[in-house]
């Protein structure tokens, strides 16, 4: 039997429409929710003006629980879970997106996954990266879980699509381990702890180039299906990208999750993937090194070196440099005139080797601890050591919070009592977004977005009912 996908045509976000659709595409596909039934939106950062386009959009969150309760037997539980991005409570990523009121006028129940238990699940596949993974309790316990990813470029992985929706299933603690080279690997393991009982992807406007800061692309589909490879490589395809240039995907297939070859796939609906495949033939990837990326700013100018992991020496695809373009990306969004503002900086990056050739006034943000970097800054002997850890030495079970407060607090103490200093080096692996945003802040002394007024209160209100709410459910979750 060939897995089925359905590509079908939805030009705009009426959720009576995108409601009909997916009613159809459950009957066809033959899904039917039951038992504890949870949709998983892709919620990674969302706010009207500054985040618009990031999301999987509220509307079709809105159509699918409609058709979800029309098609489900015997549910006994709906639910909406996810963990947003970047350390921001998910609850204010919810309310933002326009989620809380779609849940409200369901009746249904949200489950932040920042604020549930975490358990440990086991791994047994020979290939995975870990043989323990953690993931909210709510997710060990869903009967049915109805994936729903935003189509999006992504400047780390090239595409984020049902089987990378699955990063947003940990909680902070658990997000950051492996989120370095080991992203792809990260992203394959994932996919044993659930397969997705029925998979649609909001690309009725879909992301290109950022993650967090995409441009819209209308491309006017709902794509169905009901295995995260098979629906991905259908994906993979009406954007012209080749199936096998998506790693994680490479690896999901390899360990038997599902197909990545046409051949393998029956793709049906009223919206033909060569007609796809023409609208979208100006579709926007960013996957570039930052040393490119950045060439071209007056601001800014990155060195790269070497990585300590064999398979991927030249580059970190799932760590600091990504965090740096998505910074500046978020920078660029509150303060557009941020490359005429922002003073010279220098972001060093892996095992550099020779002299940086500052200029005057220009500051040197090391980044990572796999950074390393010997030489002489202002006449003086400067060295950075490395302290990476390799994935054999970082225990999940003993990871660090990633404390949202903790972490822009750190961050900031740092930049300040090294407010005179030409260097800084930035500790993690990897350094996060959050934390980019606020050495870039410091060094190149611009606003920091992270302080954005548009932000500042609703997120700060949200993270301490954050707080509240996960204690509760220590005790009593
Ligand atoms: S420190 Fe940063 S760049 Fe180095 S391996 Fe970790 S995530 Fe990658």
């Not at 080279?181 to 009725?204: T, Y």
């Not at 990837?285 to 992991?309: H, I, Q, S, W």
């Not at 003073?343 to 500052?358: F, N, T």
């Amino acid at each position: 039997m060939k897995h089925k996908v359905l590509i079908t045509r939805c030009n705009e976000y009426d959720s009576a429409r995108i409601a009909a659709i997916v009613r159809e595409g459950m009957k066809e596909l033959g899904a039917q929710p039951y038992g504890k039934t949870m949709l998983k939106p892709n919620c990674v950062l969302a706010h009207p003006e500054v985040f618009p386009h990031a999301f999987t959009r509220a509307e079709f969150l809105d159509g699918v629980i409609a058709a979800t309760k029309e098609a489900g037997a015997n549910i006994k539980e709906l639910s909406v879970g996810e963990r947003c991005g970047i350390t921001i409570p998910t609850r204010f990523a919810f309310k933002q997106a326009g989620y809380t009121s779609v849940i409200k006028k369901h009746g249904i129940k949200a489950h932040y996954f920042d604020e549930t238990k975490q358990v440990p699940v086991k791994l047994t596949k020979k290939e995975s990266l870990r043989d323990l993974i953690f993931v909210p309790k709510p997710v060990a316990e869903c009967d049915f879980l109805i994936n729903l990813p935003k189509f999006k470029a992504h400047p780390w992985t090239r595409l984020t699509l049902s089987l990378k929706n699955f990063i947003g299933i940990q909680d902070d603690r658990h997000r950051l381990v492996d989120h370095n080279s080991f992203l792809e690997h990260k992203i394959a393991d994932l996919q044993e702890v659930i397969q997705p009982g029925f998979i649609a992807i909001d690309a009725i406007i879909a992301g290109q180039k950022m993650m967090l800061t995409p441009t819209p692309f209308p491309v006017g589909a709902i794509v169905m299906g009901t295995n995260s490879c098979a629906v991905d490589t259908v994906c993979c395809h009406m954007v012209n990208v080749d199936p096998k240039d998506l790693i994680h995907l490479k690896m999901a297939s390899e360990r038997g999750f599902g197909p990545m070859s046409l051949d393998e796939i029956e793709v049906a609906g009223d919206f033909p993937l060569e007609e796809v495949q023409r609208k979208t033939k100006d579709f926007e990837f960013c996957l570039e090194r930052v040393d490119d990326y950045f060439k071209n700013t007056k601001a800014l100018k990155c060195m790269v070196g070497t990585f300590p992991e064999r398979h991927s020496t030249d580059y970190c695809w799932g760590g600091c440099p990504g965090a740096l373009q998505e910074a500046m990306h978020i920078n660029i969004g509150a303060y557009p005139d941020v490359d005429d503002r922002m003073k010279k900086v220098r972001y060093v990056v892996g095992k550099v080797e020779g002299p940086l050739e500052l200029q005057d006034g220009e500051r040197v943000m090391f980044a990572g601890d796999c950074c390393q970097w010997e030489g002489v800054i202002d006449g003086k002997k400067v060295t950075i050591k490395g302290d990476y850890k390799t994935t054999a030495d970082v225990d999940p079970k003993k990871a660090g919070s990633n404390d949202m407060i903790l972490k822009i607090l750190g961050s900031v103490t740092h930049c300040l009592s090294n407010g005179s200093s030409r260097y800084i080096h930035a500790k993690g692996c990897p350094v996060s977004v959050g934390q980019h945003v606020n050495y870039l802040s410091s060094l190149g002394k611009i606003p920091n977005a992270n302080f954005d007024p548009r932000m500042l209160v609703p997120v700060n209100i949200a993270y301490w009912q954050m707080r509240l709410s996960r204690f509760y459910n220590r005790l009593f979750g």
